[in-house]
């Protein structure tokens, strides 16, 4: 299966199999994580799988990548972390020594996110039917804003703002892989974001913004769990950590999910020279390069300098820049308005990138 | 005895100077009866005596109009109303549109004289024209091709031109653009933020490019951008300012003699620069030629035309010299055609604006042509071509659209038996030049009245034409792999439905087994192909960056032929030392290297070994250099060695080696060059060979970008026919991936027909 890249692909196999199978309200807008109501609090509930090779690299390992990666998708959703699962499936003959440093990172980057976990799993399977260690977390976390993060809820003149450098954890990730002749002093960006949402949040809760879209609504406006009418929302419309797929990809999702155009100005995406210079080596466009501690965020355009103040001031945020605007037209499409004053169709790739010029 | 004959004429007979020829045939005969436009062509009934209705009917199709192309003909006998009188009938409107719009045409002689005469009324206008020339397709906004359907709707007629129109006997009856200094399109001149600048247009325009200003000009399908071709300092600007680094720029002569001036042109060249299409013909640029260095660095060849609008004879006229007309663009982007636009764009390129109030519909850039054998080789089709349908062999079962490749994007419909390959687009990522394609569609399937029931397009994933075709509903889609596309583009092109023996070298192109395949053999007709011999794969390290940058392409070939140990004193290893070792690892690792079977990425790779191409700056720029260093006289080849099977690879690396060898033994590049494209001139020849054998066919279509290479074209025609083969080469539409939806639809619809 050519599935994997977070690509068109992955979607495509996403919504063929898993959603057909599952479908539901609450799965349908394949966000992050799911939103939930028990009794009168809102819960964001969300799992994810771990298969980085190699385990350990510059910056991290695939245990706080583990932990991160949850704890992101849940901030992303507005909520507070606070619960974790972990669950591993070992190959036979996985040295122990190296479990106990994926234990110890996991449960240091739990503290440092606040989080607890809570249960788990293991499993071994046969020599060679598993490639070391994969994890998989979930995690639950509290919604105690009044806040409704959406992909489909970014409009026209808000204003698409990056947290960070982008592209240095795939980059990293390739590099420490050793089969490349590549010297680049680069670390990957996994962290906890838990606390730079906050900030975020925080200082755009009480910026006056339009109306609130009422796209999530539109699940179910009934529901106990669903954002009171007249809460204030704030001015952050949508907030996702670029993961698989990069920052590419995730514009595409929110172009695409909330009908709007985005563009973005390339000399405005922040990319450090370490993670240029590779990735012209490498014949990859970092854009479409995974990170693991960085956001992407729509805010209100009025709010654009309140949010990029806010997320400046937080130690994870100090990189963050503002890239674009989201647009009416074209609906569905990210522009990237190049250097000369050319606009490129920032596309959502099938798979991996394959060359198509000639 | 009287008789009475209904006629149907169909095929480009409307805009042409179809009815008044009719007209005045009748009338000649003394016939009685009429004549008429609808959606379909031209209707005829004429009655008289029996022999003169067939002199008439044979007349017809005997000698009509020149721009006139006759599809068909047809007649029946119906009841004799005693008719004398022969009249023209009003257009009737609705019922399906089957009547073909007409190319844009260069003006006509008829037009320069009067032009040029002080007594006449259109003396010195700039957009003089008639039923026999002038704006067609780059004005049309919907059919029947009437005048409030085309952009000059905005424009009343005075009386004289109204008299013109309406006068069966008159040049200009029916000439829907028709019109006069009192009534039509005026010439302004803007400063570079729009402002008008007063005095006569023309004069001041003249003046500054006299100045070694940078003018923007507004043609027929869009604007140019124009500075003396001689005056280094401005041509240079141009280029700084366009960012456009070393691609070639056009220049326009004002007449055959100009284009004397600066190229050899032979007779074949010669009916193609005066043909009524004026295209871009690429010519062997003159020693003595009077042109400055930047117009196009390092090239031994020159794309020429001449003048095709009133605008651009009276322009040249005053100027007296040659002048470079390029692409009113900056870098990629799409030529402005839009006024707004085009002052908001080129405003940083231009020094003045040049410009008139005649809108254009579809922005439509120049054709480019090579001459092969003494016959047209299409490097880009697009004004002058477009929207002429192509024939198909077979009546379509249900009308198709094809949606193209990537680069020089065509997209193509079809239905019946007619191709229409759209205008040259450009390069889909660009939004711009995508809107123009989405666009572009709906505006062809209003003009030729199809609703596309299948879809072509190719198998590249990641192509923005593919993901296009896969979004459209309703419609039955059809996977065309790229290089059986472009087979088919010559077959079509030829008319030919195949088995042949295909032989598809160029850039790239998604393969069925997901690698990008490029040096192709394949057993192929309409409806499917086989693959049966290709270049053997090496890995493009970094993808896409391996096509910007060639050496890249040397190092994965060189670490292949010297198996991992190339010699170190090659100046391509010294030049790239720094990054050579990692581009090769990425290579070795399989990371972002995807294999490719590419004979377009062996000419880079060799290009950057002995022509020191490193890194390019246009599309095909290595190859097209390489192709230039060629020292004509040299007949020596390199060996190569090719492995059995099915399919059957050529090794590219034993060439590659060959030419390091060579070039370390002290070869002139220029000598080495001719050896290289000897040899893979051989490579297509015993390539076929083999072919043949097993599969018994002895005709060869040649196709891909690769074949725009004049030089290993006739090396590879010469030996092809030497052993017997028939070569069937693109004369309509281009070998490169322009060709492509013509391919595609032919296959869409091979396939149809077998239901
Ligand atoms: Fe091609
Ligand atoms: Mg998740
Ligand atoms: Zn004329
Ligand atoms: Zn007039």
Redesign the pocket.
Known sequence: MAHGSGGKATQSLIEAIFLEAFRNPLLEPLEDGAVLGVGSRRLAFTTDSYVVSPLFFPGGDIGDLAVNGTVNDLSVCGSRPLYLSAGFILEEGFPVDDLRRVTASMARAAAEAGVRIVTGDTKVVQRGKADGCYVNTAGVGLIERPVSLSAAGARPGDAVIVSGPIGEHGVTIMLARGELDIEADLVSDTAPLNGLVSALLDACADVPADARPDARSAVDSDAPWDVPPDARQGAVRCLRDATRGGVATILNEIAHASGVAVVVEEDAIPVRPGVRGACELLGIDPLYVACEGRLVAVVDGSAADTALAALRGHPLGEGAALVGHVKDDPPGLVLLKTGFGGTRIVDLLVGDPLPRIC | MRVRSAIRVEGIVQGVGFRPFVYGLAVRLGLGGLVGNDERGVFIEVEGAPALVEEFTAALGGSPPPLAVIERISSRAVPATGETRFAIARSAAGGRRRALVSPDVATCADCLREMDDPAD?RYGYAFTNCTNCGPRFTIVENVPYDRPNTTMAAFA??????REYHDPGDRRFHAQP???????PRLRLLDRVGGRVAGDPLQGAVELLRGGRVLAVKGLGGYHLAAVASCEPAVAALRSRKHREDKPFAVMVSDLAGARRLCEVDGAEERLLTAPSRPIVLLRRRGDADVAPSVAPGSRWLGLMLPYTPLHHLLLRRLAEPAVLTSGNVSDEPIAYLDDDAVARLGGVADAFLVHDRPIRTRTDDSVVRVFRGDVLPVRRSRGHVPHPLPLAWELPRPVLACGAELKHTFCVARGGHAFVSHHIGDLENYETFRSFTEGVGHFTRLFDVVPEVVAHDLHPEYLSTKYALAQEGVDLVAVQHHHAHVASCLADNGVAGPVIGVAFDGLGYGQDATLWGGEFLVADLTGFERAGHLATVPMPGGTAAIRQPWRMAAAYLDAAYDGAPPGDLDVVRRNAASWEAVVALGHRGVNAPLTSSMGRLFDAVATVAGGRDVINYEGQAAVEWEQRADPGETGEYGFRVTDGTPFAVSGSDLVRAVADDLRAGAEPGVVSARFHNAVARVVAEGCRRVRETSGLSTVALSGGVFQNVLLLERATTLLEDLGFHVLLHRRVPPNDGGISLGQAAVAGARDRLG
């Open positions: 009324r007629m005075c009386e004289d031109c109204a028709v019109c006069c200094p009192a009534c039509g």
